[in-house]
């Protein structure tokens, strides 16, 4: 069973009781300040919001969304001509670790993309034997990295990068040491952080990273994001993140 979600300036079929887009995804889509970009590659897209917000934001861009799993694909797919956006949008199921491996994959039809301009992900944060596993494998995989580790994660978008593109993600404070270690040993140098809490009185939850591809070394910790205000209202910030 779907349902049919309205965000932002689009609309978004989900499976009602599979995997569902949370505010990491806005988050992300919010980080994203490049003045113009011609090709984007959202890795394990999912149902497609962050690369369908995207293409909304850039209209000029060509935009592949990369996911593995069947349903979440036809989902894209689905998302994807509802936008109206299916001659500058593509959704391609294929399993990243085959880009991590090697970089002779003409097999697979992203070749086109390995010049992208930017490439972004929401990946799965946890390691398997770490936290709960979700029911159902289709929250699981969103969720756990049981098909997709970190250091294939950034393989992959270092690949798809064309020298000086940028790779944009989302992901646990607990697991940045490990993300810059994986990005510095991929040519991919850490440029930017911003931290992502509750509430002014909570340690982050999240942290947002962009990394350019061949970059120069400096890193920049931009002011934390709040979420909620003290009396659990939405901050103006993430007023303005869900309704811009």
């Known amino acids: 069973m779907l349902t049919l979600d309205t ?16 505010v990491d995804a806005l988050l992300l889509f919010s980080f ?67 880009l991590s491996k090697t970089r002779l994959f003409t097999h697979l039809p992203i070749l086109p993309f390995t ?39 950034v393989k992959a978008g270092s690949t798809l990068l064309k020298h000086h593109g940028r790779l944009c993600i989302i992901h646990l404070p607990e697991r940045l040491a490990e993300i810059m270690d994986a990005m510095k040993e991929n040519n991919l140098e850490p440029k930017r952080l911003r931290f992502i809490h509750s509430s002014v009185s909570t340690e982050a939850k999240m942290v947002l990273i962009e990394a350019v591809k061949g970059g120069r070394p400096g890193l920049k910790t931009e002011r934390p994001l709040f979420i909620y205000n003290e009396d659990g209202s939405y901050t103006d910030e993430m007023r303005d993140i869900y309704n811009e």
């Open 32 to 98: 994203i300040n490049l003045p113009r970009v011609k090709k984007i590659a959202d890795l394990g897209a999912g149902s497609g919001i962050i690369g369908i917000l995207l293409a909304k934001k850039y209209p000029h861009a060509e935009v592949t969304l990369i996911e593995l799993q069947r349903s979440l694909a036809r989902l894209a797919e689905k998302n994807v001509v509802l936008n109206k956006l299916k001659e500058r949008v593509k959704v391609i199921r294929a399993d990243l670790k085959e």
């Open 7 to 22: 965000i932002r300036d689009i609309q978004i079929y989900q499976n009602k009781n599979g995997y569902r887009f949370s």
């Open 115 to 153: 010049d992208s301009d930017l490439v972004v992900s929401n990946p799965p944060f946890r390691k398997v034997k770490t936290g709960r596993l979700s029911i159902g494998d289709e929250k699981a995989i969103a969720r756990h990295e049981i098909k997709l580790s970190i250091k294939d994660l």
